[in-house]
């Protein structure tokens, strides 16, 4: 069974970082680009990160460009998003979800997604 | 900001048929791009529902149905069941980037 097991929110104060893992089991993880996507409270899906099986192509969503980073270790079969300068509006439940193929391609989907650990920005 | 517009909600009766329409443009939807639908149950996890536009994933039940034309999409569900009620997201892509739509509550009445 595939599982995806996401840590490392909690609450911290604007401009601070943090560091999201995923843990990944039950598939070939280093056959699978890997995605982040967030949620923030009441409202719709972001996507807001993605990275392909072997890292050699990286994307970010606007809003995160420049103060996120996406990294993997296959080694480890984790998944991370390391997210500096964090502000209010960065609150929210980050999902860790599997690609479908091991390239970010524009026909790809997310399945499955993990739970979500929540991040909290407020002083 | 979502570049893919839903209905904020739709409703029915049990049994009845609902459809949710997911509106994108030529740089997404209309460039060729498929169209996924996601399911989120409350509290839970989103959970792929319709993948390449017309497909479901083993488990999913033939209730559920997508369709695409043009710049747009649409999510049907047949039968209504108490069950179905959720939010649902379409997904596609833009521009180097992964879009979802702004999301429709489905109520049951």
């Known amino acids: 069974e595939v599982q995806l097991v996401e840590s490392g929110g909690g609450l911290v104060q604007p401009g601070r970082s943090l560091r999201l893992s995923c843990a990944a089991s039950g598939f070939t993880f280093d056959d699978y680009a890997m995605h982040w996507v967030r949620q923030a409270p009441g409202k719709g899906l972001e996507w807001v990160s993605g990275?392909?099986?072997?890292?050699?192509?990286?994307g970010y969503a606007d809003s995160v460009k420049g103060r996120f980073t996406i990294s993997r270790d296959n080694a480890k079969n984790s998944l991370y998003l390391q997210m500096n300068s964090l502000r209010a509006e960065d609150t929210a439940l980050y999902y860790c979800?599997?690609?479908?193929?091991?390239?970010?391609?524009?026909?790809?989907?997310?399945?499955?997604w993990g739970q979500g650990t929540l991040v909290t920005v407020s002083s | 900001q979502s570049v893919l517009t839903q209905p904020p909600s739709v409703s029915g009766a049990p049994g009845q048929r609902v459809t949710i329409s997911c509106t994108g443009s030529?740089?997404?939807?209309?460039?060729?791009?498929?169209v996924h639908w996601y399911q989120q149950l409350p509290g839970t996890a989103p959970k792929l529902l319709i993948y390449?536009?017309?497909n479901r994933p083993s488990g999913v039940p033939d209730r559920f149905s997508g369709s695409k034309s043009g710049t747009s999409a649409s999510l049907a569900i047949t039968g209504l069941q108490a069950e179905d009620e959720a939010d649902y997201y379409c997904q596609s892509y833009d521009s180097s980037h992964y879009v979802f739509g702004t999301g429709t509550k489905v109520t049951v009445l």
């Open positions: 990275i392909s099986w072997n890292s050699g192509s990286i």
């Open positions: 979800a599997k690609d479908r193929t091991g390239n970010q391609e524009g026909d790809n989907w997310f399945d499955p």
């Open positions: 390449g536009n017309s």
């Open positions: 030529s740089s997404n939807i209309g460039a060729g791009y498929d």
